[in-house]
């Protein structure tokens, strides 16, 4: 079954991390070009791994309101797309 795609409604943003990832986000998927090869997303993918993480210490995904829990989930399904046509990342643990 196809997965549910949530939209990334930054209003709701509700702690600096969110909008700190969302922001690193922005500038990693403006590296990518649509021709892009592993490199070039390994190269955009790397500067925000710290947002990540930091993302992940303060940040509970799944919160009690539905509409802040599915932003923060488009969130995070909108970095993984990153890597769609570039690199097989189910290979890796996580993900």
Known sequence: AETERHPIRTALFQQPEERALYDAY???????TPTGNVDEFLSAF?????AITAFFDAVLVNADDPALRK?????LQAISAMQHGRA?????TGF
């Open 46 to 50: 790397a500067p925000i791994l710290p």
């Open 88 to 92: 097989d990342l189910s290979h890796l």
């Open 71 to 75: 932003t923060r989930l488009g969130l």
């Open 26 to 32: 922005q500038a990693a998927a403006a590296k990518l």
